[in-house]
């Protein structure tokens, strides 16, 4: 079993930054890949951004050049870097292990 803690989330003004981090804890750590998702209000879930264990990482779209995930596995932490925010990010982010395993969610709100 894995469990994932997300922090970081909160509001902030449009063209802001904000830093989410993912805690994982649990036997089963070591995943090949970890990843970001978001779920928007009245929304589904979707794909932001992965890492693999070589660092090898993806993005969708809308955030690239603007987010940047990275991890520590000696630390066990999932981190993204979010910069140049837009009202349209506003969303719960999930942590996502390649168990599969989610985290429990941080909310984001890009507003002014």
């Known amino acids: 079993q894995v469990q994932l803690v997300e922090s970081g989330g909160g509001l902030v003004q449009p063209g802001g930054s904000l830093r989410l981090s993912c805690a994982a804890s649990?036997?089963?750590?070591?995943?090949?890949?970890m990843a970001w998702y978001r779920q928007a209000p009245g929304k589904e879930r979707e794909f932001v951004a992965s890492?693999?264990?070589?660092?090898?990482?993806n993005y969708v779209d809308s955030v690239k050049g603007r987010f940047t995930i990275s991890r520590d596995n000696a630390k066990r932490m999932l981190y993204l870097q979010m910069n140049s925010l837009k009202p349209e990010d506003t969303a719960v982010y999930y942590c996502?292990?390649?168990?599969?395993?989610w985290g429990q969610g941080t909310q984001v709100i890009v507003s002014s």
């Open positions: 996502y292990h390649s168990g599969p395993f």
């Open positions: 890492i693999t264990r070589s660092d090898s990482t």
């Open positions: 649990g036997s089963m750590f070591s995943p090949n890949t």
